[in-house]
């Protein structure tokens, strides 16, 4: 079984950078794709990267280019680098795995607590 906490959130500039972590404990890790997810008040879930288990990535029209996700095996860690962070980008950000990559792109079955990202001058 796999537990995940994020951290890394908070309130930044408009343009700025923040790197959001996630620790996940269980000896499975390895073996699992993993997504980042958000939410933002009103809308609806959105999934924002993806990377499996042999580290090919996967992003959102709307972070493409700006948002960069990697993972860390040894240290049971995925991050989310976000770059020229906008107003739009403000959510909760999820971190999310599951065994499948098609699930872990629909319906992950493990998830954070969240972690909030505020892009505010």
């Known amino acids: 079984q796999v537990q995940l906490v994020e951290s890394g959130g908070g309130l930044v500039q408009p343009g700025g950078s923040l790197r959001l972590s996630c620790a996940a404990s269980?000896?499975?890790?390895?073996?699992?794709?993993m997504a980042w997810y958000r939410q933002a008040p009103g809308k609806q879930r959105e999934l924002v990267a993806v990377?499996?288990?042999?580290?090919?990535?996967n992003y959102a029209d709307s972070v493409k280019g700006r948002f960069t996700i990697s993972r860390d095996n040894a240290k049971n860690t995925v991050y989310l680098q976000m770059n020229r962070l906008k107003p739009e980008d403000t959510a909760i950000y999820y971190c999310?795995?599951?065994?499948?990559?098609?699930?872990?792109?629909?319906?992950?079955?493990?998830w954070g607590q969240g972690t909030q990202v505020t892009v505010s001058s």
């Open positions: 999310a795995t599951d065994p499948s990559i098609s699930t872990v792109r629909s319906a992950p079955a493990y």
């Open positions: 269980g000896s499975i890790f390895s073996r699992y794709a």
């Open positions: 990377i499996t288990i042999g580290s090919s990535t």
